[in-house]
């Protein structure tokens, strides 16, 4: 027997540092190399290894286990993590690879982020209590990294010279004032505490310059005038002064130009295009200019006015166009007769030349008509024209149907089309081909307005009506049969019948006609017994039968009832 080997790997036990384990047999010194560096972790030593066994070296020391870039311990370095130059507090040990990436051997400027390659030192800030985006005071300082804002109530930017008011936080130059806020300026050079822009009352353009920047309602120099009558006009030369509008030297008015000096009512000139010269009210066309107020005085106006055809007869004024009217209708024809008159159409003439019966006062216009009743009958036919009318159309004119349309104008008897049959057998009932007729809305003789005539040639049949019993042998009860059709009158023929009378258990036998349900009465006293049978009879009624069916003993005429049964019915009617 060969030395023991448990695990088969060809190694003898004594030999093998796990015999359990093909893959490991040889003993070691080492350690984990997890990150592949070359340097293991001194807390993780490896003792049992194979041919094969991977991640592990015999040199320890590895300061990252899990970072194969990085595995020796330096001292003496400066933290530079995000490689702006600028160095944290050091020195330090720091665990690095082959470079020194993340540290450096020398200190560089003070890094207050050294996460943020972007940002190094430290930033001023001022607070900001009106929060207009401007600070004042002492700066405090702070690291602006990863876009980190100043504080909360702190800013970048200083120089705010309201710290206490939003709307101002730097000066800015002015060359003009506007100190009552009226739009006119004067010129003054300066600097303000301001906002984005100037603010009211400052500005670097010139306006309008103002004669007193004191009092908004004083801005330019403005003409005055004597006005010696007092309505708002004045006359002679004019004096410049520096006022407002509504503010005035007694007497003094700021329009010049009173056509009246020494009339209040009237102070300028106005132009007329009509006026009124016979005073009727009604003006004509003339131009010139009168002295007025503020408006033209009475019998001027400023449009074109032709109301009078007369300017010089205030009894004339109206200009009428007009058509003569001989037969006093109010309506009048020929040719315009021009006539100056009143505010009334002359008389005699009418203000239109339509009348087609001048010589006719009952008629004077043209009416349209789209239907006619020659006849009188109030039933209209489609015909369109016109004639000469008075205020309405006259008998047998019409602008729209009437009682309806007329199919013969020229009879008051005929006037609706009816549809009819011929009724050649004289039965009410027509057949055939349908015709119209023309008549008072009734079908004439010997028409019909139904064509349901079965036979046109039979007076005594003209509809058909459907079987569905008969009566054959006549006893007057009837028995179902399938449905038949029949030519005929009124009513059906014999033996044929609409609807059921009765029910006929025989219809070919006279004494037998209904259904009867009977029982067996062997002993004739009256009373049989079950079984039921059913049986086709007639009124009479059958020997050895009975329609009662509860003999107890049918063999002995004696007995028909059961005493144990009566008995037993009894005590149950007592209980």
């Known amino acids: 027997m060969g030395p023991r080997d448990l695990d088969g790997d060809g190694h003898p036990a004594v030999m093998d540092c796990d015999d359990t384990n093909p893959t490991?047999?040889?003993?070691?010194?080492?350690?984990?190399?997890?990150?592949?560096?070359?340097?293991?972790?001194?807390?993780w030593p490896v003792i049992c290894v194979g041919d094969t066994t991977t991640g592990w070296t015999r040199e320890a020391g590895d300061c990252a286990p899990g970072d194969a870039t990085r595995w020796r311990s330096v001292p003496g370095l400066y933290p530079d993590a995000d490689g702006d130059g600028a160095t944290g507090k050091g020195p330090v040990t720091g665990c690095v690879g082959e470079s020194l990436l993340g540290y450096r051997e020398q200190a560089g400027p003070p890094d207050c982020d050294d996460g943020d390659a972007t940002v190094s030192a430290l930033a001023q800030a001022w607070a900001d209590a009106d929060q207009d985006g401007v600070g004042a005071g002492d700066a405090i300082t702070w690291?602006?990294?990863?876009?980190?804002?100043?504080?909360?109530?702190?800013?970048?930017?200083?120089?705010?010279?309201?710290?206490?008011?939003?709307?101002?936080?730097?000066?800015?130059?002015?060359?003009?004032?506007?100190?009552?806020?009226?739009?006119?300026?004067?010129?003054?050079?300066?600097?303000?505490?301001?906002?984005?822009?100037?603010?009211?009352?400052?500005?670097?353009?010139?306006?309008?310059?103002?004669?007193?920047?004191?009092?908004?309602?004083?801005?330019?120099?403005?003409?005055?005038?004597?006005d010696a009558d007092g309505d708002g006009y004045g006359d002679g030369s004019s004096m410049l002064r520096c006022v407002g509008p509504e503010e005035s030297v007694p007497g003094e008015t700021f329009r010049g130009g009173d056509c009246a000096p020494g009339d209040s009512n009237?102070?300028?000139?106005?132009?007329?295009?009509?006026?009124?010269?016979?005073?009727?009210?009604?003006?004509?066309?003339?131009?010139?200019?009168v002295c007025s107020g503020f408006w033209l005085p009475q019998g001027y106006s400023q449009s074109v006015r032709n109301?009078?055809?007369?300017?010089?007869?205030?009894?004339?004024?109206?200009?009428?166009?007009?058509?003569?009217?001989?037969?006093?209708?109010?309506?009048?024809?020929?040719?315009?007769?021009?006539?100056?008159?009143?505010?009334?159409?002359?008389?005699?003439?009418?203000?239109?030349?339509?009348?087609?019966?001048?010589?006719?006062?009952?008629?004077?216009?043209?009416?349209?008509?789209?239907?006619?009743?020659?006849?009188?009958?109030?039933?209209?036919?489609?015909?369109t024209g016109e004639l000469c009318a008075g205020s309405s159309l006259p008998a047998g004119y019409a602008s729209q149907p009437l009682s309806g349309e007329d199919c013969d104008d020229t009879s008051a008897a005929a006037y609706r089309n009816v549809t009819a049959y011929a009724d050649t057998d004289g039965d009410g009932v027509g057949a055939g081909a349908s015709t119209l007729l023309c008549t008072n809305g009734q079908v004439p003789?010997?028409?019909?307005?139904?064509?349901?005539?079965?036979?046109?040639?039979?007076?005594?049949?003209?509809?058909?009506?459907?079987?569905?019993?008969?009566?054959?042998?006549?006893?007057?009860?009837t028995a179902p049969i399938p449905a038949q059709r029949f030519c005929t009158g009124k009513a059906l023929p014999p033996p044929y019948f609409a609807k059921?009378?009765?029910?006929?258990?025989?219809?070919?036998?006279?004494?037998?006609?209904?259904?009867?349900?009977?029982?067996?009465d062997q002993d004739a006293d009256g009373v049989g017994a079950t079984p039921r049978q059913m049986m086709c009879l007639g009124a009479a009624a059958v020997a050895g039968w009975s329609k009662y069916g509860d003999d107890a003993d049918d063999n002995d005429a004696a007995v028909q009832t059961d005493e144990a049964m009566d008995e037993e019915l009894s005590l149950i009617l007592d209980l």
Not at 26 to 43: E, I, K, L, P
């Open 307 to 383: 109301d009078d055809c007369d300017d010089g007869n205030p009894a004339l004024f109206r200009a009428w166009s007009v058509h003569a009217d001989v037969d006093g209708d109010g309506v009048g024809s020929g040719a315009a007769t021009s006539i100056c008159g009143t505010a009334a159409v002359p008389r005699g003439y009418s203000a239109q030349a339509t009348d087609c019966a001048p010589q006719d006062a009952a008629v004077w216009r043209m009416l349209g008509f789209t239907h006619r009743d020659a006849d009188g009958d109030t039933y209209t036919v489609a015909q």
């Open 445 to 477: 003789s010997p028409w019909s307005a139904s064509d349901t005539d079965c036979d046109a040639q039979d007076a005594a049949r003209w509809q058909d009506l459907e079987a569905t019993h008969a009566d054959h042998d006549g006893d007057g009860f």
């Open 143 to 226: 690291c602006p990294s990863q876009g980190r804002s100043p504080p909360k109530g702190y800013v970048r930017t200083s120089g705010d010279c309201a710290p206490r008011d939003t709307r101002f936080w730097q000066q800015l130059p002015f060359t003009h004032r506007d100190e009552d806020g009226d739009g006119f300026t004067v010129a003054q050079e300066g600097t303000v505490c301001a906002g984005e822009h100037l603010p009211a009352g400052y500005g670097t353009v010139s306006g309008p310059a103002d004669c007193d920047d004191h009092q908004a309602r004083r801005t330019v120099r403005v003409e005055r005038w004597w």
């Open 266 to 289: 009237r102070w300028q000139p106005r132009a007329y295009a009509s006026r009124d010269a016979d005073g009727d009210g009604y003006l004509s066309p003339a131009t010139g200019e």
């Open 500 to 520: 059921a009378v009765g029910n006929d258990c025989d219809d070919a036998d006279a004494d037998r006609y209904r259904w009867l349900a009977l029982y067996r």
């Open 24 to 43: 490991l047999w040889r003993s070691v010194t080492g350690y984990a190399d997890t990150d592949g560096d070359g340097f293991g972790d001194a807390a």
